[in-house]
């Protein structure tokens, strides 16, 4: 049996890289990955870095101001950690933080639009508005159809091929075990701590004590806090992603809409990448979810998520579509990440949910800093497992 500081259970972005910055403090940690580093929605998804708050995010935006308020702070600290993060993990992830435009084609999208807008500068967020003349010029592959573009200088993409597996590499030289091939099968409160059971592919089991665990699994953090008799809501959503053909470099910035499922930005490689939240189909077994196969594409979504691309970017239409994936992750009824300790079982932390990829990387650093200090350097409160505590009031 292994004695550890802190047990981190999924090898995707935030658990890598909360494995980095644990070790890095000098914990001692051991990260299980049933399967291999970034196999899951860290490496399938298209590598957006979107700052601003996305179309998925305001669709309630008058009910939900002060959760989206802190969200926006979030984004403040995320720009600054990107502007270092090749430098901090001493690599080329192919970062681009050439600017992002989310665009309206309607008046009441341009209404949205603005009072977006006024909520992301009320928290020290860049962005300003841009009528259609100024969007074409600032963009001028941008089609007639868009009437008005808010702007922000910070956002970008990043090969998430690349992010993940150079966190694991740090937090391997920094001491942390990285184990894949490791599902973990049991998971069990002790008088001072937390005591985990593993499968290594398939030869036998293994046993780990440690005083913390996080719960980094993503769309499998459900599954894996139910071995500890928790409730985490987080519920598997299968996601659509496009390439097209690479072209001489055109499109400079990340683009959204702020009505219309779509992002869009021209990769390193010249490609354009297009998805923007387009539906696949969870695959079942025995009518349950079962994440052992990646979900099924549909035809529905590649067109319609070319369709909106093509309509406010009209190059799309020129060009060949290479390939079409599909991927899974998570999310909560209320769209915001689950960060923090379970209140009900201490010494049990989750870190999952929200936008997994742009936030990966503070989420990790927030949550080292919750772990080892009691206390985070920006507030996490509105984010807490807490809010869905009446799930863990009958915790046996």
């Given at each position: 049996m292994t004695d550890i500081d802190v047990a981190i259970v999924g090898g995707g972005l935030t658990g890598c890289a909360s494995a980095?910055?644990?070790a890095q403090a000098?914990?001692?940690?051991?990260?299980?990955e049933r399967g291999q580093?970034?196999?899951?929605?860290?490496?399938?998804?298209?590598?957006?870095l979107h700052f601003q708050l996305e179309h998925r995010l305001i669709q309630n935006i008058d009910a939900d101001v002060r959760e989206l308020e802190f969200y926006v702070g979030l984004a403040r600290i995320a720009i600054g950690q990107w502007r270092r993060i090749d430098d901090e993990l001493g690599c080329d992830t192919q970062m681009s933080m050439g600017g992002?435009?989310?665009?309206a084609e309607?008046?009441?999208?341009?209404?949205?639009?603005?009072?977006?807008?006024?909520?992301?500068q009320s928290q020290g967020l860049d962005v300003r508005m841009l009528d259609a003349e100024e969007a074409r010029s600032m963009a001028p592959y941008l089609s007639d159809c868009v009437r008005a573009a808010l702007y922000c200088a910070s956002e970008g993409h990043c090969n998430p091929r690349l992010l993940t597996p150079a966190y694991a590499r740090k937090a391997a030289e920094s001491g942390a075990s990285i184990v894949t091939g490791a599902a973990v099968v049991a998971v069990q409160r002790t008088a001072d701590g937390w005591q985990l059971e593993f499968d290594r592919d398939g030869e036998g089991s293994e046993t780990v004590r440690a005083e913390a665990v996080l719960n980094a699994a993503g769309a499998g953090a459900p599954a894996v806090a139910a071995m500890a008799r928790l409730h985490v809501p987080l519920f598997p959503v299968a996601l659509t992603m496009n390439v097209t053909e690479k072209l001489a470099p055109r499109v400079g910035h990340l683009v959204q809409h702020v009505g219309r499922k779509l992002s869009l930005k021209q990769a390193h490689d010249g490609n354009l990448l297009i998805g923007g939240g387009w539906a696949a189909v969870l695959r079942q077994r025995a009518g349950r979810w079962t994440d052992g196969r990646s979900p099924e594409l549909k035809l529905e979504s590649v067109l319609g998520n070319l369709r909106a691309a093509a309509d406010v970017v009209p190059l799309v239409r020129s060009l060949r579509l290479l390939r079409s994936w599909t991927g899974t992750t998570a999310i909560t009824a209320d769209q915001l990440p689950v960060l923090g300790e379970i209140a009900e079982a201490p010494g049990y932390f989750v870190a999952?949910?929200?936008?997994?990829?742009?936030?990966?990387?503070?989420y990790a650093r927030l949550m080292s800093e919750r772990i080892l200090m009691g206390r985070t350097s920006y507030p996490i409160e509105p984010f807490s497992p807490a809010r869905f505590g009446a799930l863990n009031a009958f915790v046996g």
């Amino acid at each position: 049996m292994t004695d550890i500081d802190v047990a981190i259970v999924g090898g995707g972005l935030t658990g890598c890289a909360s494995a980095y910055y644990l070790a890095q403090a000098g914990a001692r940690v051991m990260l299980l990955e049933r399967g291999q580093i970034n196999q899951g929605a860290s490496g399938q998804n298209a590598g957006s870095l979107h700052f601003q708050l996305e179309h998925r995010l305001i669709q309630n935006i008058d009910a939900d101001v002060r959760e989206l308020e802190f969200y926006v702070g979030l984004a403040r600290i995320a720009i600054g950690q990107w502007r270092r993060i090749d430098d901090e993990l001493g690599c080329d992830t192919q970062m681009s933080m050439g600017g992002g435009l989310m665009v309206a084609e309607t008046p009441d999208q341009i209404d949205l639009l603005e009072r977006k807008s006024r909520i992301e500068q009320s928290q020290g967020l860049d962005v300003r508005m841009l009528d259609a003349e100024e969007a074409r010029s600032m963009a001028p592959y941008l089609s007639d159809c868009v009437r008005a573009a808010l702007y922000c200088a910070s956002e970008g993409h990043c090969n998430p091929r690349l992010l993940t597996p150079a966190y694991a590499r740090k937090a391997a030289e920094s001491g942390a075990s990285i184990v894949t091939g490791a599902a973990v099968v049991a998971v069990q409160r002790t008088a001072d701590g937390w005591q985990l059971e593993f499968d290594r592919d398939g030869e036998g089991s293994e046993t780990v004590r440690a005083e913390a665990v996080l719960n980094a699994a993503g769309a499998g953090a459900p599954a894996v806090a139910a071995m500890a008799r928790l409730h985490v809501p987080l519920f598997p959503v299968a996601l659509t992603m496009n390439v097209t053909e690479k072209l001489a470099p055109r499109v400079g910035h990340l683009v959204q809409h702020v009505g219309r499922k779509l992002s869009l930005k021209q990769a390193h490689d010249g490609n354009l990448l297009i998805g923007g939240g387009w539906a696949a189909v969870l695959r079942q077994r025995a009518g349950r979810w079962t994440d052992g196969r990646s979900p099924e594409l549909k035809l529905e979504s590649v067109l319609g998520n070319l369709r909106a691309a093509a309509d406010v970017v009209p190059l799309v239409r020129s060009l060949r579509l290479l390939r079409s994936w599909t991927g899974t992750t998570a999310i909560t009824a209320d769209q915001l990440p689950v960060l923090g300790e379970i209140a009900e079982a201490p010494g049990y932390f989750v870190a999952a949910g929200g936008s997994g990829f742009t936030y990966g990387p503070t989420y990790a650093r927030l949550m080292s800093e919750r772990i080892l200090m009691g206390r985070t350097s920006y507030p996490i409160e509105p984010f807490s497992p807490a809010r869905f505590g009446a799930l863990n009031a009958f915790v046996g």
